[in-house]
């Protein structure tokens, strides 16, 4: 979602989000070792969805095994299942339709070409405003989350 930021913006919002990790972690050569094994990629595009559709393509792998290991999105699958939590899912995308449209476009493209549910993006993308409704036996399963940190699409 960060990709209609300038490319140097979004580069050093990747290496701020790496090494912020790494130096909770205590090891400022991890912090090296993790800014080398950020993907990158040039891509060019004429629009929003291309883009996304292009960078789906590009980590297509690394966007499948994202979601398919994420502990907190079967979850999150269950609480969109519900009438409320539906209700909540259609709300957040609403909002971050109307206020980012781009951004929108993006995540439709990157789900298309990384062939993964745009549902799935969108309730990776809003896990910090999902998760307090999860119930709280599930709010722990923040493997490799940083509590506290993190981003958000509103």
């Known amino acids: 979602l960060l990709g209609a930021m300038r490319p140097g913006l979004l580069r050093g919002c990747l290496l701020a989000f790496a090494a912020s990790a790494m130096s909770a972690l205590g090891s400022s050569d991890a912090v090296g070792a993790a800014i ?8 060019r595009a004429s629009d929003h969805f291309e ?16 979601l398919a290991t994420y502990p907190l999105l079967p979850p999150m699958r269950a609480l969109v299942a519900t009438d409320d939590g539906a209700e909540m899912l259609r709300t957040l995308y609403a909002a971050a339709s109307e206020c980012y449209p781009e951004y929108v476009a993006e995540m439709r493209g990157m789900a298309q070409g990384s062939a993964v549910d745009l549902d799935d993006l969108l309730l990776l993308n809003l ?6 409704f999860l119930p709280p036996e599930d709010r722990t399963a923040r493997a490799g ?10």
Do not use: H, K, N
Not at 127 to 132: D, F, G
């Open 145 to 154: 989350d940083f509590v506290g940190e993190g981003c958000s699409d509103i």
């Open 127 to 132: 896990r910090s405003e999902l998760e307090p």
């Open 51 to 66: 883009y996304g559709l292009r960078v789906g393509m590009t980590f297509a792998p690394r966007i499948q095994e994202s």
């Open 36 to 43: 080398e094994l950020l993907p990158q990629a040039t891509v």
